[in-house]
């Protein structure tokens, strides 16, 4: 692989945004007339080597199958992440006007990370149209040829901070040059790993908060989905019942 194609890979697993321009039809997940979208529930079958058609994934290198697999931890059957070596990220397409379904919802529950910082499995949303610097999804917005994500230009990554301190707190991006994803601490703490904790957040509100001059009313949820960072020691995360909703 060459330089370029790693630099730009690395980027979008640590959570840059950028548009590219698909070439043909794909699936899309969208919202029941009820108002929900069920993401992940997980379903048995679920696996990196036969994903359902409107999910996708994109990473650095080899992924084993046992790095995505369905189990039931205390009963829950849920996915269990595991990171390794290579970085990635595997995603549901969605469209979902945002402030029709502003409400993410899911249950997760982490083994702690033997290192200090966030873990290195978190949940990830794209997003499309809220950028008054983005053109339209008709016109010929830059291309990364070769990525199988959804056109995004913005995103969030939902995380398990070090501590739970952390908690409610939002991270903007700083880093110069580059358009990183902030990263929300949803939950934290080595003390609340081992057990289940159900999760809402107002993607609305976080939106708002990093971006306040976008277009809230024109952004829609592109994706859905999780990932997970390269290089660091193993520290697996189940999660299940992953849910959009108004």
Known sequence: MSPQLTTLRNLVLAGAVFVWLPGCAVEQASVAPE?????????????????????AID???????????????????????TNGADSFVVVRRTNAMMLATPFLS???????????GYHPVRLVVGFY?????????????????GSPLPAHDRAIALTWGESALQRGTLSPPNEEG????????????????????????????????VWPKDDSGNTRIVYIGIAA???????PANISGIVLSR
Do not use: H
Request: hydrophobic letters at 35%; proline letters at 10%.
């Open 229 to 235: 960072a390269g290089e660091r020691t193993p520290a």
């Open 35 to 55: 108002g929900l979208l069920a993401v992940l529930g997980p379903f048995p079958g679920f696996s990196a080597v036969e994903l359902p058609g409107d999910w």
């Open 129 to 145: 149209g809220g950028d008054p610097e983005s053109p339209s999804r008709g016109s010929e917005p830059f291309r990364w040829l």
């Open 59 to 81: 990473k650095d290198g080899d992924l084993d199958e046992s790095q995505l697999e369905i189990v039931t931890i205390q009963g829950i059957p849920s996915l269990k992440v």
């Open 178 to 209: 580059e358009r990183v994803a902030p990263r929300y601490t949803v939950r934290g703490g080595r003390e609340n790993a081992g057990s289940w904790w159900l999760e809402t957040v107002d993607l609305s509100d976080i939106y708002r908060k």
């Open 106 to 116: 899911w249950s997760w529950n982490i083994e702690p990370p033997s290192t200090s």
